[in-house]
């Protein structure tokens, strides 16, 4: 079957899940300037519709719509309100705690096994048929350098990393030759307001630990530039699998610090 024709609508409304803060908002921000209308998702209500006004009130077209990826029913009713997209971003996700092995609390392991998996499942399974319509569709998984290798103190989000990273390389093979390109972007280190804060627990001190001594460690606008440059190439070209480190780090363990 020959793939639809582009929806000039449908093709131009991207959707970016965990647009609150850090790299969601700031790929929001960059795909609404280069022409998308931008559909914001997160649980802080407040932060996206702020976010929205923002967008808006610099002259481009932004929703805010609160919803928790890993609530099926909800995630499927919110993709009701679209016959086509022409972008889903699968951003949200994070880290808890930094325990090894023997100690990792399974909660943590299964909140962020739900987030970043579940949740990634959840809106491309939803919203797969959307990009479709669109027949120019492009799903963006945001994973992470911990999706390629591990670390110690790292193994519940190093898995559920690998298995955001898997379930983008799958899809891929999967929907070949439909009008829907998939591509996976992978940071290394970020600094954000909230990642290490969350991930410690609201522990300011053990979190600027991470970045300690890192001149420039990536920034959110960094990582969003590289999704919106790879989300406007060419419809017939696929980035596979982007790695977007700072200069300072070498690998997921090497990292140069001036101490």
Request: aromatic residues 4%; glycine residues 10%; negative net charge.
């Amino acid at each position: 079957m020959a793939p639809a024709a582009p929806s000039a609508a449908g093709s131009r409304i991207a959707i970016v899940t965990g647009a609150s803060g850090g790299i969601g908002a700031a790929t929001a921000r960059q795909l609404a300037a280069a022409g998308y209308r931008v559909v914001l998702t997160a649980r802080r209500k407040d932060r996206i519709e702020a976010l929205a006004e923002e967008i808006n009130a610099a002259g481009h077209s932004a929703a805010a719509y609160q919803l928790d990826v890993t609530d099926r029913t909800a995630v499927d009713e919110f993709a009701t309100a679209f016959p086509s997209i022409g972008v889903l971003v699968n951003n949200a996700g994070g880290a808890l705690g930094a325990d090894p092995v023997a100690t990792g609390d399974p909660a943590d392991w299964r909140a962020m096994y739900e987030t970043n998996v579940i949740g990634t499942l959840n809106l491309t399974q939803a919203l797969l048929p959307k990009l479709e319509a669109s027949g120019d569709g492009t799903v963006v998984v945001v994973s992470s350098t911990a999706g390629l290798g591990t670390y110690e103190g790292g193994a519940g989000y190093v898995a559920a990393k690998h298995g955001e990273h898997v379930l983008a390389e799958t899809l891929r093979l999967e929907i070949v030759g439909k009008p829907v390109r998939v591509i996976e972007v992978a940071p290394g280190m970020v600094k954000t307001d909230e990642f290490a804060l969350t991930r410690f627990g609201g522990d300011a001190e053990r979190a600027a630990k991470v970045y300690q001594g890192v001149a420039e460690p990536l920034t959110a606008d960094d990582v969003a530039d590289t999704i919106t440059w790879a989300v406007t190439r060419p419809s017939h070209v696929n980035i596979d699998l982007l790695v977007v480190r700072p200069r300072a780090q070498a690998s997921n363990t090497k990292v140069h610090r001036e101490l």
